[in-house]
T-cell receptor, first 112, second 113 residues
């Protein structure tokens, strides 16, 4: 069985500051890991994914994430936050089946 | 290339009624998954259809059922609606492999009164 824990249901950063959203996973098989973003009243959009190739994954809009097996983590980062990054972010895992198991989400607020 | 579409966008029902939600998958995709997202929560997996057959089910009661058609579009049916069924229902299409991206539609927001 797989599970995902996202630490911090709300994160607030200043525009231009580093964004760090935390995700830890649990999986009994090698996992595939995903970060999705959800804007208000919309569906989910893929930011990036890890599928056992390079451990540092680059995604859209300047986001990246690093897979660390020893820490069972897949934290999402962006060097400089922009107002348009304000949204809800979900980490998800698959492994041993094609269903996505999501975390509870982190609401990112970007302040001037 | 057409993305994943869902209909209707919003729906209001009363307890005990039945509802059908629809999803058109992205061109070239043969797998559709359905998720329920309650307010303030992450999406929860309901079930998945692959080439018209159910291919995995989450922890949802049998009154949640589905279909997939030869063109790979899909329906989610919920019978005997309960207040707790109020949620955003998301459909995602993919090519079937667990490493492949699931592309989500905009969702159907269901309110049960």
């Amino acid at each position: 069985a797989q599970s995902v824990t996202q630490l911090g249901s709300h994160v607030s950063v200043s525009e231009g500051a580093l964004v760090l959203l935390r995700c830890n996973y649990s999986s009994s098989v090698p996992p595939y890991l995903f970060w999705y973003v959800q804007y208000p009243n919309q569906g989910l959009q893929l930011l990036l994914k890890y599928t056992s190739a390079a451990t540092l994954v680059k995604g859209i809009n300047g986001f990246e994430a690093e897979f660390k097996k020893s820490e069972t983590s897949f934290h999402l980062t962006k060097p400089s936050a922009h107002m348009s990054d304000a949204a809800e972010y979900f980490c998800a895992v698959t492994g041993g089946g094609n269903k996505l198991t999501f975390g509870t989400g982190t609401q990112l607020k970007v302040e001037l | 290339e057409t993305g994943v579409t869902q209909s209707p966008t919003h729906l209001i029902k009363t307890r005990g009624q039945q509802v059908t939600l629809r999803c058109s998958s992205q061109s070239g995709h043969n797998t559709v998954s359905w998720y329920q997202q309650a307010l303030g929560q992450g999406p929860q997996f309901i079930f998945q259809y692959y080439r018209e057959e159910e291919n995995g089910r989450g922890n949802f009661p049998p009154r949640f059922s589905g279909l997939q058609f030869p063109n790979y579009s899909s329906e989610l049916n919920v019978n005997a609606l309960e207040l707790d069924d109020s949620a955003l229902y998301l459909c995602a299409s993919s090519s079937g492999s667990e490493r492949e991206t699931q592309y989500f539609g905009p969702g159907t927001r269901l309110l049960v009164l």
